[in-house]
């Protein structure tokens, strides 16, 4: 899916829209805490990364956006793959059905 997002052209389209403020600490982390809670962070983060590239991020630029899509993926139950994981397995284990929007109560405590 992240392959034919990129070959769609999408990649190319944000960048030119946005330039290389894409490579911006503030536009990292926006994006991040948004869009790594609608799809899972490693897509968020495989499709960001071409963007990146393309705006000449630098390390900086990279840790920043390892550090906000990590952390805001783990704001919503579907934003990283471990948090289904260990919903699932809680489920399996103990009979304990948490959803969705409970999951998103607790994360922000």
Not at 52 to 61: I, P, Y
Not at 70 to 80: E, F, R, S
Not at 93 to 107: I, K, P, T, Y
Request: aromatic residues 6%; neutral net charge; proline residues 3%.
């Amino acid at each position: 899916m992240v392959g034919a997002v990129n070959d769609a052209g999408v990649t190319a389209e944000v960048v030119a829209r946005i330039g290389d403020r894409i490579a911006s600490i503030p536009v990292i982390l926006a994006a991040s805490a948004t869009l790594s809670r609608l799809v899972s962070n490693v897509p968020f983060v495989a499709l960001y990364l071409p963007a990146l590239e393309a705006a000449a991020g630098d390390r900086e630029a990279l840790m920043v956006l390892a550090a906000g899509s990590t952390l805001a993926g783990n704001l919503t139950l579907v934003g990283a793959a471990s948090n289904v994981i260990v919903v699932d397995n809680a489920e399996r284990r103990f009979g304990e059905r948490v959803r969705f929007w409970e999951f998103a109560r607790s994360a922000l405590r």
